[in-house]
């Protein structure tokens, strides 16, 4: 993509034939560069991307992944299942469905809220392909060229992407190890508005978050929905790991303290099974109807095939019973890791995760994740480097590795590969002062490929 590929697509060749003769070229030259709306310049792959394929080599341990481990899943169960279901409401799962979702399984999803103290009708609940979808439909609500959305620091990187889809200015505002930080999302919401911005909402993981690994405290959560209602500033509560707590029942969601001002997302990805792309919103009524108008236009239908699973393996086997086992599993490896990084990185420092699947690496002074990363991948292993996780370029010191896919004792081997790369990169910072750049993989927003994020 550069302006050769523009002039590609003029001249004698139609769009068509120019189009065929890039393609025939085999080049990156792109004959419709200038035909893009503005929204699509922002879309970048990461330049890492190729690296991370290389990171899905067996021989590298990735830490990189954000893939749920699903082995532990009841397969002959769910085989049992598909097939009775398509027996007896094939017709049903095969076809069209609503656009706001099944009631069937809205009803559900409303029991499995109750987990977090939410108290809701089905009616407000939209399912969506994954939450995924719902974050883009929230955005594409809500966002104008140029709004602003405040997020943590650092933030989802899948969110990030789909704010920029939607030109949205992103502010990050501070966290520490109880989570978002009251007073500076309140500094940050006054000096915005004195700028005279237009902020639209807060995005916020409150749950072992995904970078981050730390979960906002009980006594913030209030005084995060005060704020918000004070500068009237929607809050958009992101939850997927909510329930994969490690050892306690899951804190009151901040929908539950303010349900007119909060959109709550959740998924069935890391709870069960993300290949069955079923996620949901809960909104505020009016805002439900314009999510289900949108819904309608992108997609139709979320999956009936993939709802009507969701809904009779809730209703026909013990999934709660299968959460906790994911909660022991991911409980053993989380401690696999912070049991390797205290053995092998004692001088970098991370955050203690008490659920989900991400802990958040400090490197040691001088250090660059990004820079450092094809070093990693040639010592086989793998993470993602902290500046994905920022819209503004910040994150260079920072690495986010997972501990959800690896088993522990790949885990520890992965940590201590990790180690060797950052030793050697301490050694070269102390004595030129800086390690060397020159592989440094550009300045390009990062966005890794699906199963990293
Ligand atoms: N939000 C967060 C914080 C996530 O980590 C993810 C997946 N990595 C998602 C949303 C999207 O998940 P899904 O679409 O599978 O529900």
Redesign the pocket.
């Known amino acids: 993509m550069n302006a050769q590929g523009a002039q590609a697509g003029q001249g004698e060749h139609s769009g068509h034939d120019a189009a065929a003769a890039a393609a025939r070229a085999g080049t990156r030259l792109d004959p419709w560069f200038t035909s893009y709306a503005d929204r699509a310049h922002g879309m970048r792959a990461s330049e890492v991307r190729s690296l991370f394929a290389v990171a899905n080599r067996p021989e590298v341990v990735s830490l990189a992944g954000?893939m749920p481990n699903i082995d532990g899943l009841p397969l002959d169960f769910l085989a049992e299942m598909t097939a009775k279901l398509l027996r007896e409401r094939g017709p049903r799962a095969l076809q069209y469905g609503g656009g706001q979702g099944e009631e069937e399984l809205r009803e559900q999803i409303v029991e499995v809220m109750r987990y977090d103290h939410i108290h809701a009708h089905p009616d407000d609940v939209v399912v969506t392909?994954?939450?995924?979808?719902a974050?883009d439909l929230v955005t594409e609500i809500f966002i104008n060229p140029g709004d602003v959305v405040v997020a943590e620091a650092p933030s989802?990187v899948?969110?990030l992407g789909v704010f920029r889809a939607y030109q949205a200015d992103v502010v990050h505002v501070p966290m520490d190890d109880d989570g978002l930080v009251p007073a500076e999302l309140d500094r940050t919401l006054t000096e915005l508005k004195r700028a005279g911005r237009t902020v639209k909402f807060l995005y916020t993981?409150p749950n072992f978050h995904?970078p981050a690994g730390v979960t906002l405290t009980l006594e913030r959560r209030p005084q995060i929905v005060e704020i918000c209602r004070r500068h009237h500033v929607l809050i958009l509560e992101?939850n997927?790991?909510g329930l994969l707590g490690f050892d306690a029942d899951p804190l009151p969601a901040l929908k539950s303290f303010d349900a007119d001002g909060v959109v709550y997302?959740g998924?069935f990805?890391k709870t069960f099974a993300?290949g069955y792309?079923v996620?949901w919103a809960l909104a505020p009524h009016a805002v439900r109807e314009k999510l289900v108008l949108a819904s309608e236009s992108a997609i139709l239908s979320p999956t009936m095939m993939g709802q009507l699973s969701i809904a009779t393996y809730l209703s026909t086997y013990d999934w709660y019973g299968q959460v906790k086992e994911y909660r022991s599993m991911y409980r053993e490896r989380r401690d696999a890791m912070l049991g390797a990084l205290a053995e092998f990185l004692p001088q970098a420092s991370w955050t203690v995760p008490d659920g989900g699947f991400y802990t958040w690496v400090t490197l040691p002074a001088g250090l660059d994740a990004q820079a450092m990363l094809p070093r990693a991948v040639t010592n086989l292993v793998a993470y993602v480097s902290g500046t994905a996780f920022y819209a503004d370029g910040q994150g260079r010191d920072h690495v986010r590795l997972s501990f959800c896919y690896p088993t522990p004792e790949r885990i520890r081997e992965g940590v201590r590969r990790l180690a060797t790369v950052v030793h050697a990169e301490s050694e070269l910072v102390s004595m030129f002062g800086t390690a060397p750049h020159h592989d440094r993989v550009g300045d390009s927003v990062e966005f890794p490929s699906p199963d990293q994020?």
């Open positions: 954000g392909t994954g939450s995924q979808q974050l989802y899948g969110a993981v995904n992101d997927p790991y997302l998924s990805s993300p792309r996620g994020v």
